[in-house]
Structures are given as structure tokens and as C-alpha cells.
């Protein structure tokens, strides 16, 4: 009995097992103390020690990948995106230069909201004005968009002083950087929202430096609707020289909450704040107006058309005379 436990405690250990079977073998150990039938398992090729691999895994298969190493998380990534890779539609802006229409006649004259003339300007840069929203006159002076008026063309400018906006003005009074301002639907993405573009990220700027992805949501448009970015690029060669660098890709996948674009909150934190959930200013013009309550007439008497709705009537839907009438008029 007590060789057997001895045995057994033996081939717990397959070291001490191989160095018992070279004692038992080489004479030093008796070979009546043991059973033959221990000494053949000690001598057996399944308790010899596995061969291992340089990382030490000699009981893991081979085809088994390594465990990543262990990474602290990095703290300057990442935002939240705003939808799928690729779901918003990337387009551009700029100011308009009277300059390159100096050469077509000046027929259209615009005016400020007061009704004071800025000036008679060439029908295409008026145009384009409309379209861009700011515009740079040929005496240097810088005027915006400042909404729709009686004079004119129907859409009325102001003059802005260049010391506060050098490149135009945007949504809730916000000055216009180039490559950084970007216009939105205030439904979507409210103003004053740090974004991040991984699209832009690295594109080679006029200047030599390169864009980080970081944008701001300082602006809005007519045109812009749901999901589109209008990119202020300042002019139309800016354009021309960005575009080639994105090969005509118009798809971007903007983030917020980015830790590395919080540098562009510099407006005022109070307006910030209002502007979070949504511009109600902007978005009051898209609400759909309340239905009208049914009317309801009562009964056993019927009321009098009035004089306007019964003449409107016979404007839609003239009757023809009857034959009285025919031979009252003849």
C-alpha cells in the first residue's frame, strides 16, 4: 500500500518521475522497492516533460493568436458621430468679388434694410451675391447678407465693419473664419458646435500648414437642409486647389464631443448654451402651421354668404345665363 501511494505521488510530478525511472534504472534506487509495472510508466514517453516554444505556451496550440498587450486609453480621441461613414454631403462657399464682373454693365442696384442704396452692381455678381451670402465690393468695403426687404431685388445687405467681421458674418452675430466656419441646419447640428472631420484631416491648406479636421458651426443657409456641411473657403481658387485634394469627394462623417477640436469653443459660452439643443429662430420658419378648428353651422338656419367669398366663387367657377337672363341682357 505504501508503495503504491509512493508511486502515485511520483507521477504527480513528471520531473521527479523521470529523475526516479534513471535512479531505478542506473542501480541507485533497489529494484524490489518498486513494482515493475511503476517502473514501466516512469520509463514511458507520456510522462516526459512537453517541449517548449520560445513565448513559453507549450500547452496552447500553435495557431492560437497572442493576446494584445494592454493600452491606457487615449485621451485626445474620440468624438461621437453624427450617422453612418459617409452620410453627409460635403459642399463649399465663398465671398463674392465684385472685381471679376467689373468688365458687364451695372444694372442691378441693391439696398439696406432702411431702404438706403449701397449701389448698382453687374447682374451676375448680384447673383452670385445672393447665392454666397457675403461679398467684397470694389472700394474694399464688405457686405452681408441681412435678410429679405421691399427694395430692390427682394433680398437687402448690410455693411460690415472689418475689425469685427473680416470675412463675413454668420448665424447669432458669429464672425466667418476660413477653413475653419462651416454653415449647417441649425435642426441638425446646433450653432456654435465644435466638429471634427476625419475627412479633412491632413489636407494641405493655401498657407503650407495642414488642417487638423476641426470645424464650427457658425453659419447657416437657405440651401442647407438636413444632412450638409457648406465648408467657407473664402474664395472660388481656395475651392478649386481643396477640391483636387479630395479628389471630387463629397462625403464626410462628422463627430462632436471631440476632445481635440474644444480649442474653437471661443464665443460667448451663454449663447453656446442657448444654442445646444436647437436654434429656435431657425427653426420656427419650418413649422407647420396649426390646423383649423372644424366649423361647425347650425342647425335650421343657413348663413348669408358674405358679398368677397360669393363673387371669388363665381371668379373660379363661372355659370352660364340662364334663358331670363339672356333676355334681360338682350
Known sequence: MLGTTFSLLLLATPGAADGLALSAVSGLVPSGALPMTVLSALASDRLRTLPTDGEGSSKQPHEVSPKLALRGKEKGCCGYPLGEPGTYKLTYYWLAYESEYANEPYEIEIYTRQGFPIGRFPRAYVFELRLEGSGVLRDGRLINYDGRCAYG???CYQT?????HPFGKGGQQRALTPFRSVAVDPRWVPLGTPLYLPELRGMRLPDGSS???CVRADDTGGGIRRREIDFFVES???????????LND??????????????????????????ESIDETAVS?????????????KSGSQSKPSRRSTHHARHLSPQPADASTRKKRA
Open 285 to 297: 420658419f419650418f413649422k407647420k402651421p396649426p390646423p383649423r378648428p372644424p366649423s361647425i353651422k
Open 211 to 213: 488642417h487638423d479636421g
Open 153 to 155: 431685388i427682394g433680398t
Open 160 to 164: 460690415l465693419d472689418p475689425q469685427a
Open 236 to 246: 472660388y481658387a481656395n475651392y478649386k486647389a481643396l477640391e483636387e485634394q479630395l
Open 250 to 275: 463629397h462625403r464626410v462623417t462628422p463627430l462632436v464631443e471631440e476632445p481635440r477640436c474644444t480649442y474653437l469653443r471661443l464665443f460667448d459660452p451663454g449663447v453656446d448654451r442657448r444654442s
